[in-house]
């Protein structure tokens, strides 16, 4: 008879084959209840499940309570990270096992190559072969009596913190009876390479109480650890942009505020925070400057959006006799992207003497990002004539313009090229594949969206969040409504855009109900909703008539989430009450919106006017419109089909005049009882670009309009 733990074990097995996670965590309740949670094997089988589910948080809960490990327990947990693409945790993990085996190195390397990290996983293989020759050599300087030797624990220090081994790092320094400021340095670059900031910063404090000499490097260092956070004022907290201040103030103190390094260290912290003038200050201080520091100020520019000062300094770079690296071009092509100066990207791209790969996927980045899509293809045709070789990156913006334009063909050979390049086992590129068939909206495209789905569950990135809401967008894109829902409702996490995506899938499939629904349980998930949320859930009421359900929600917005209406929603929400013929409501939104100019605001108006024969109204909705933009075709269109006689002469005349070019046709005067044949009108030549439109009552109290036309200025 088996013992209750193969029995529990085999319940896991088929829980983890099956994904059901309810069903595993209900095991594991079981497991703690009866005094199992000891159990080894047990314990590796549910860091299996929940890493096979996708729930990363709880697969290390169980491995670090886990009183006993063996190797297996190690690999489990590893091919959790690794399948979550968590590989920067992945990596540590593996540095500091126990004991490894053919596994763990495979798990480790083919998931790197897998998910396109060639670069990581060669310096993954480099690091494990350093870690191996470091432990050996750290084990013939203790026999040899030199581990007290403080120059070869520095460098004891920094193979241990470049490998990743925290806990070595701290056991050598905390051995080390007298550190110098190179000890110091060590420890801070080395903690905060492993993203120990605190920890950093805490050694930076204990360096000044030991009364270690503090020179420009040890600065430069701790100045690096304050400027962690990216390129993103928001990401650097602001106790760590007060001691980059700090620091600054200390080097003014120490006259080292000449040093190039150092003077380095404190453009990377200003720019990276958004203070340009601070940076500005700093680099006009220095006699000196290298390329570094140009290339710093140009980033820093190029995140402020500000590709005028990036071009400036450019411009001044070239002329101090500096010769511009790939990186400054890279970041000038960045600053050009985020300011939508795409003009000036493409002539510094074409200046460019071999533009590398990076610089290739910027300029494609920077089309594509402005919506120039059919340039962004015409640049990826240039760059196979150039035999440059695309990653990732290129087929996945190739694949994102194909897609905005509706290029089936194009993204069926990328889908083809992906095989060959080896890169259809990446996500992004795989969401991307899914975007395009999702995009052209036929079911032969959803077909291939299919194939591309069953590929990437034998890869092991269905669990992923960016992917997951690719394929639902795909097939409600393709009315396969169910199958988006049971794909949602197996999806281990969700975050606000997965969300979209299924509401937006209901609305747009007519699925006002569950959308609404759908809706809710977001709220109740504890998941914030967004603009995009909302704009998805008032389409689906406006769609299926979900009037006071609408109107609650658009109420929602301000009152309970602070979140301040925007013109699509109050577009949303003027079309899901005009549809039901609300118009005293909708005259109430219309007076106190913010939006007024917005010419769609007022086409839906117009719309709705033409659904239920609100002439009052669509009368304002006329006036606003040829107010705001007289030549739109589209105001026209819907005027044409507002069943009275001078509306559809109107819409005819403008149609008639518009390719005459130096005449055209327009109304000089008109009036028009509703429903009956036009009275009056004459006709003369002139440019319909200087007209003016203005609708108004001819005699108050009648049934008539009058509309004119008259030459700007008369």
Known sequence: ???????????????????????????????????????????????????????????????????????????????????????????????????????SLNTMIST???????????????????????????????????????????????MYAKCGLSGDVIRVFDDIDEPNEVTFTTMMGGLAQ??????????????????????????????????????????????????GKQVHTLSIKLGLEGDIHLSNSKLDIYSKIGDMDSAEKVFANVSRHSVVSWNVMIAGYGNKCNSEKAVEYLQRMQCCGYEPDDVTYINMLAACVKSGDVKTGRDIFDSMPCPSLSSWNAILSAYSQNADHEEALKMFRKM?????????????VFLSSSAELGLLEAGKQVHAASQKFGFYEDEYVSSGLINVYSKCGKMECSKNGCQVHAQIIKDGYEDDIFVGSSLIEMY????????????????????????????????QNGYGDEAVSLYKDMITS????????????????????????????????????????KSD????????????????????????????????????????CRIHTNL??????????????????????????????????????????????????????????????????????????????????????????????WEKGN
């Open 112 to 158: 790197m190559l897998r998910a396109g990290y060639e670069r990581q996983a060669l310096e993954t293989y480099d690091l494990i072969m350093l870690q191996g020759c470091g432990r050996k050599n750290h084990g013939v300087a203790i026999k040899l009596g030199l581990d007290g030797n403080i120059y070869v624990v520095n460098a004891l220090l920094s």
């Open 616 to 709: 009052s109204l669509a009368k304002r909705a006329a006036e606003e419109l040829f107010r705001l933009d007289p030549l739109n075709s589209a105001s026209y269109v819907l005027l044409a089909n507002i069943s009275f006689p001078i509306w559809r002469l109107l819409f005819q005349l403008m149609c008639t005049s518009g390719g005459s070019g130096s005449s055209k046709l327009a109304l000089q005067a008109a009036s028009c009882p509703i429903n009956s044949n036009v009275h009056l009108w004459q006709l003369q030549k002139m440019k319909h670009t200087n007209f003016q439109v203005h609708v108004y009552d001819e005699v108050k109290g009648t049934d008539s309009w009058d509309l004119k036309i």
């Open 569 to 608: 929603h109050y577009t949303c929400i003027i079309d899901c009450l005009g549809r039901a013929g609300r118009f005293q409501e909708v005259e109430v939104i219309l007076d106190t919106m913010p939006c007024k100019d917005d010419p769609v605001v007022w086409e839906v108006v117009l719309s709705s």
């Open 194 to 243: 492993m993203n120990q900031v605190k920890e950093a910063l805490e050694m930076f404090r204990l360096m000044l109480q030991k009364g270690v000499h503090v020179d420009s490097v040890s600065l430069s260092s701790i100045l690096g650890v304050c400027a962690k956070g990216g390129f993103d004022e928001k990401d650097i907290g602001l106790c760590n942009q007060s001691h």
């Open 384 to 396: 196979q004539f150039q035999y440059q070789l695309p990653d990732r990156t290129t087929l996945a």
């Open 476 to 507: 409600c894109k393709c009315g396969n409504v169910d199958q988006a829902r049971y794909f949602f409702d197996i999806m281990p996490s969700k975050n606000t855009v997965t969300w979209n995506e299924m509401i937006h899938g209901y609305a």
């Open 1 to 103: 008879m088996e013992s209750k733990s193969t029995y529990l074990a085999k319940l896991l097995q088929s829980c983890i084959a099956s994904k059901a996670l309810s069903s595993g965590k209900v095991l594991h309740a079981r497991i703690l209840r009866v005094g199992l949670f000891s159990d080894t094997f047990l314990s590796n089988n549910l860091v299996q499940l929940y890493s096979s589910c996708g729930d990363i948080v709880s697969a290390h809960q169980v491995f670090a309570k886990m009183p006993q490990r063996n190797i297996f327990s190690w690999n489990a947990i590893l091919a959790a990270y690794c399948k979550n693409r968590n590989l920067q945790d992945a990596c540590c993990l593996f540095l500091e096992m126990p004991e490894r085996n053919t596994i």
């Open 526 to 565: 504890g998941e914030k909703p967004d603009d995009i949320t909302f704009v998805a859930v008032l389409t689906g009421c406006s769609h299926s008539a979900l009037i006071d359900e609408g109107v609650e929600i658009f109420n929602s917005i301000q009152q309970r989430f602070g979140v301040v209406p």
